[in-house]
């Protein structure tokens, strides 16, 4: 992928960027906002509906060494615990016991290694905290820090619950206004929330997929969600998933054959040869080399459809990722 084609800014109009439509002739060029003339009266679109917290931080320990770090999940936040697991970057580890000051307003407390993560005792409410005193991460392949600008488009219009670390991108798209229009044309909304985490940007280092270690991610399907979804296939319409992580809670909560309400972990690593249980289309924003995304987008459309798509895309200059069309 040419790097130039890697978009480092939002469009300002959300609806603006330019949509590719994979279909079984080949792949078409059109815009967003005409997303509405392929959905059908009935059909359902189901989105992602997680908030991003302001996780980066960069603090000191109390010998004085600088640290980084990005909160991966909030594992505890009632009246007595407050507790998160991070990704940590310094020049030594610090010890569990040990304190970090961090953006030079409040101290939190070292806890035991959890696998990759650092387990930090925050002092009070932790998406308080974050609101407060965290920047927005934007993904590691945009080089800007964020700016107010950034933090109103790196959030969904719709976006509700705080705890993601990264937002589910193809929802960017979507304004009041594209949302009004589709649901005067008879187009169901529904949603379901999982919190991005940071590995969704992790490459599979592996040649053989078995051996790759999913990372966990938090989801709920609420009930609703999952009687909208079976009025839509009684209606013989259309299940859409906004975005990979959409896909990823529906199906995750499909594995016994059929969309179950509930809430949980999952590590659903989906590659080609995977049998979709609930989800009939999809939309969803171009994704990195060797990234799991990839291989899910690959297991649905297929292999060589999205060969042939991404390939389109470069030749015709498509704004890759994030930001992207």
Request: a negative charge; one cysteine or more.
């Amino acid at each position: 992928l040419p790097p130039e084609l890697i978009a480092q800014t939002a469009l300002p109009d959300r609806t603006a960027s330019r949509l590719l439509h994979v279909t079984d002739q080949g792949p078409v060029d059109r815009q967003f906002v005409d997303i509405i003339d392929q959905l059908n009266a009935g059909d359902l679109l189901i989105f992602n509906d997680t908030r991003v917290l302001k996780a980066r931080f960069f603090g000191a320990k109390e010998t004085g060494g600088k640290v980084e770090m990005l909160v991966e999940r909030v594992i505890k936040n009632t009246d007595d615990e407050h507790i998160v697991h991070v990704q940590l970057r310094a020049s030594k580890s610090p010890l569990p016991g040990s304190k970090i000051r961090l953006a030079d307003a409040f101290d939190v407390t070292v806890g035991e290694r959890a696998g990759e993560f650092f387990t930090l005792h925050f002092p009070g409410d932790v998406f308080e905290l974050i609101e407060k005193y965290g920047r927005l991460p934007l993904p590691p392949y945009i080089n800007h820090e964020a700016d107010d600008f950034d933090e109103h488009r790196y959030q969904t219009v719709y976006s509700r619950v705080p705890g993601a670390v990264a937002a589910p991108t193809a929802g960017l798209h979507f304004d009041e206004a594209l949302l009004e229009r589709c649901k005067a044309k008879g187009i169901n909304l529904a949603f379901v929330t999982l919190h991005v985490g940071a590995g969704t940007f992790q490459p599979v280092r592996t040649e053989d997929l078995s051996k790759h270690d999913m990372h966990s991610e938090w989801y709920t399907v609420p009930e609703e969600t999952v009687a909208a979804v079976r009025a839509t296939k009684a209606s013989g319409n259309k299940v859409i998933c906004v975005g990979t992580t959409s896909m990823r809670a529906i199906e995750s909560a499909s594995q016994s054959g059929q969309l179950v309400a509930g809430s949980g972990d999952t590590r659903l690593f989906i590659t080609p040869g995977y049998v979709f249980k609930t989800v009939d289309r999809l939309i969803t924003n171009f994704h990195l080399p060797k990234s799991t995304l990839m291989m899910l987008v690959s297991a649905f459309a297929g292999y060589d459809a999205i060969r042939q798509a991404y390939a389109h895309a470069i030749a015709q200059k498509y704004r890759f990722f994030s930001y992207g069309d």
